[in-house]
């Protein structure tokens, strides 16, 4: 399913192809450091440089003898340049070349899903304010509480892709972090200058006190943060699976020409896309914990970490990247249903409205105790279908004992609990929120 759904901007940065050729970048950015220092000839550099290149198939060829994927990499390349491919990987460790690398992959990465993550808080929006004032039931618990309006509801998932969007933006820069200080991080077969040049060179940052590794809880950082971002998106799934229920019916997803929602069950529209969203958040969920795992290694290092990295990192940010992808195309055509929306607002005959009532008599000097029951024994009776909650306070002749027909009637209104609508777009969305 995977590779059938992988969108090919992030496939193509896991490919082998473009892992490779960021290993070389790293290795080439070194010998430039080095020819600085006076370390490697110029003409030698410049052979590398322009020779420097390596065989995907050969790298593979070469690796089930040596069974070293650094190794094999190197052999595959210096087939290519010759006799000056023995300035290559000086001093450094094959770790160097790793973590530094999986730095550019993830940040590559990265810039994907900040793009992504833009895309859905654009459709968000604009379905927000198409919405803006369409009135819906709130619920708590999976109950009726109070009126609200569905694009109050979007605007609460563009808030919290916003903040999605501050945590990716900030894991873009904690991974982008490379070390390039040889066995155990010592700098005892490297100049530190080296290390400095290429990084800055790359765009990275050097590892303040690096081991033989970058210290993976950067990378826990950044899987967690894509765990969240996977969250949010399926809290917005399961919140429209729950909106399109048979008994509910407020929104759908959309149902395209010659879709098929069962193979028993001709009638049958199913929220497949959600329910997809859903499970996908398992996954990633499940790769944040992998991350943190990784965190603890012996002493300086091991590997427990890179056969684990080889399958969460391309598997992590694909995902993600075609969750964002799908959950951005599942806003923007949603199908909405405002005539069902006020429907159910009506389906509990009016005791949403309670707490106004309640509110009213508070005002009028009855105690918040004596007002509470009052209004809970009258609703109670239209849960046991007995009526409809105004008539039912009009007949109370305790609560026409302190609220007028007509302070009663107004209590129904569902204006007042779309008031704040226009401050809180305004606080969400600042000037275009008015």
């Known amino acids: 399913m995977i590779e059938r759904y992988t969108r090919k901007e992030m496939g193509r940065i896991w490919e082998p192809e473009n892992r490779f050729r960021k290993w070389?970048?790293?290795?080439?950015?070194?010998?430039?450091?080095?020819?600085?220092?006076?370390?490697i000839p110029r003409k030698s550099l410049e052979v590398i440089k322009k020779k420097a290149d390596f065989n995907v198939e050969r790298i593979d060829e070469i690796e089930r003898t040596v069974k070293h994927d650094v190794i094999a990499f190197l052999t595959s390349v210096a087939e290519f340049v010759g006799p000056d491919s023995r300035f290559i990987h000086m001093g450094l460790t094959s770790s160097d070349v790793l973590d530094t690398s999986l730095a550019l992959l993830?940040?590559?990465?990265?810039?994907?899903?900040?793009?992504?993550?833009?895309?859905?808080?654009?459709?968000?929006?604009?379905?927000?304010?198409?919405?803006?004032?369409?009135?819906?039931?709130?619920r708590s618990h999976g109950i009726h509480a109070e009126p609200t309006t569905f694009g109050l509801k979007l605007s609460s998932w563009y808030d919290e892709m916003g903040m999605n969007l501050e945590r990716m933006e900030r894991a873009r820069e904690v991974i982008s972090y490379g070390k390039l200080s040889g066995a155990v991080g010592t700098f005892s077969q490297i100049d530190p200058r080296v290390e400095k040049f290429a990084l800055k060179k790359l765009?990275?940052?050097?590892?303040?006190?690096?081991?033989?590794?970058?210290?993976?809880?950067?990378?826990?950082?950044?899987?967690?943060?894509?765990a969240i971002i996977a969250s949010s998106i399926e809290?917005?799934?399961?919140?429209?699976?729950?909106?399109q229920r048979t008994e509910v019916l407020e929104a759908e997803e959309p149902f395209t020409k010659g879709q098929k929602g069962s193979s028993a069950m001709p009638h049958k529209r199913n929220p497949i896309l959600s329910e997809n969203l859903t499970g996908l958040a398992r996954l990633i969920r499940g790769y944040a914990v992998s991350a943190i795992e990784n965190v603890p290694l012996w002493h300086e290092r091991d590997i427990s970490h890179s056969s684990v990295e080889r399958v969460i990192a391309p598997d992590a940010t694909i995902l993600v990247d075609f969750m964002l992808s799908r959950a951005t195309g599942l806003i923007r055509d949603l199908v909405v249903y405002p005539a069902n929306m006020m429907e159910n607002i009506d389906k509990l005959k009016g005791v949403v409205f309670s707490q106004k009532v309640l509110l009213k008599l508070v005002d009028k000097g009855v105690t918040r105790e004596e007002a509470y029951a009052i209004v809970q024994r009258n609703a109670m009776k239209v849960w046991e279908g007995l009526g409809d909650f105004k008539s039912i306070l009009m007949d109370d002749s305790e609560v026409r004992g302190y609220l007028t027909?007509?302070?009663?009637?107004?209590?129904f209104d569902i204006k007042p609990y779309l008031k704040q609508v226009d401050y809180i777009f305004k606080r969400t969305f600042g000037k275009k929120g008015i």
């Open 24 to 39: 070389l970048e790293v290795e080439i950015a070194a010998c430039e450091a080095w020819e600085g220092l006076g370390k």
């Open 235 to 243: 809290k917005f799934a399961v919140e429209i699976r729950h909106l």
């Open 203 to 226: 765009g990275l940052k050097p590892e303040p006190v690096a081991t033989q590794v970058v210290h993976r809880d950067r990378h826990a950082e950044f899987f967690s943060t894509l």
């Open 405 to 411: 027909e007509k302070e009663i009637d107004a209590s």
């Open 106 to 138: 993830l940040r590559e990465s990265a810039d994907l899903i900040i793009s992504d993550i833009k895309g859905l808080m654009a459709a968000l929006e604009k379905k927000a304010f198409e919405h803006k004032m369409t009135p819906m039931m709130g």
